[in-house]
């Protein structure tokens, strides 16, 4: 999907949400444990309940691989069920990768060609021949960690070298690699206060903003320093919607959740 079909989707439905299938198989309702592929159970009742209310779905993969090749078949029936039954939402696979081109490319491929999702996050450290093979696809997009949510963002992403720290760096060097374009940004909900200086270096980029809810982050704070004319926002809520309840409602429960964020969007949307 190009961003400009992604933006279309959050005018029509009045939301930038993403929600978070971190699948924990010890949090899920006992009783889906019976089924063949409880994982998937869990996330297509999920999904059937919150669609309406958010563009895109980011199963994070490291929740599939630990489930060894039941979690695996998990995320392709996932993928496959979204594709299928919700083709206009947006899908992020959550694995943030990265390593020497030659590797980078077998990631590519697993993540945007074979699985077939809109983006795969991607860490930045080993730079620009590690991130370029994720972006030679056409209509598929690199989520390049910038300043992420957690506290262990301030051992190194804000540290200063020669006098610029290092998640504007990798902003601004990110910007000259072949088909930028297809570069999106990962900045944790908990930053917001940078967000005005990162919209100076990248203003159009979309931008994924983990951290509301569990983590703590507020939507206002993003929307005021992170949002542009064209939205440019995805914003991810993982465990306060997909747990929200432990009950055999949990999907109806999860998709009222949902429906409050996307009220608080749409909100934030009038303001445009
Ligand atoms: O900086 C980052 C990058 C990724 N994440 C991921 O987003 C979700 C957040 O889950 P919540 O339950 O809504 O806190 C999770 O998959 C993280 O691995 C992040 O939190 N921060």
Redesign the pocket.
Known sequence: MSPQELTEQIFKKQSFLCV?L?VDIDRIPTYLLSEDDPIFEFNRAIIDATHKFCVAYKP?IAFYEANGVEGWQALEKTINYLHHEYPEIYTIA?AKRGDIGNTSRMYAKTFLQDLGFDSVTVAPYMGKDSVEPFLEFDNRQAIL?AL???EGAFDFQTQQIDGEELYKKVLKTSKTWKNSENLMY?V?ATKAEFLKEIREIIPENFLLV??V???GGKLEDVCKYGMTKNVGLLV?????IIYASESSNFAEIAGAKAEVLQQQMAEELRKL
């Open positions: 978070g971190d994070n959550d960690l992420t949510s957690n990962v944790g983990p951290g809810g569990a983590q991810n809520s993982s465990r306060k």
